[in-house]
């Protein structure tokens, strides 16, 4: 069994920062993509960064250059860093990794940790 367990929610006042973390844990074989995703009540889930095998990354223009996602890969734990933020951060975050199982490929999904931007 595969487990996504995400740390690091809370209240913060605008222009503060946070530190989420995502820790796989279970029989895993590999970690391909890990990403972190977004949603407040009666939104879509919108994609906040993304970091693939190879250490790349991306970010939609709304959290480019405030956030920042790292992964130890010994560790299969990635790290989203979040500066500068603002009210409009304020949501449930997810997080979401593409692992291999025994033999299969799946993509699982933390419970959501909620993130609290103050102005």
């Known amino acids: 069994q595969v487990q996504l367990v995400e740390s690091g929610g809370g209240l913060v006042q605008a222009g503060g920062s946070l530190r989420l973390s995502c820790a796989a844990s279970?029989?895993?074989?590999?970690?391909?993509?890990m990403a972190w995703y977004r949603q407040v009540p009666g939104k879509q889930r919108e994609l906040v960064a993304i970091i693939h095998s190879s250490g790349n990354t991306d970010y939609p223009d709304s959290v480019k250059g405030r956030f920042t996602l790292s992964r130890d890969n010994g560790k299969n734990t990635a790290y989203l860093q979040m500066n500068s933020l603002k009210p409009e951060d304020t949501a449930v975050y997810y997080c979401?990794?593409?692992?291999?199982?025994?033999?299969?490929?799946?993509?699982?999904w933390g419970q959501g940790t909620q993130v609290t931007v103050s102005s």
């Open positions: 279970g029989n895993i074989v590999s970690i391909n993509d």
């Open positions: 979401n990794a593409d692992i291999k199982y025994g033999g299969i490929w799946a993509t699982y």
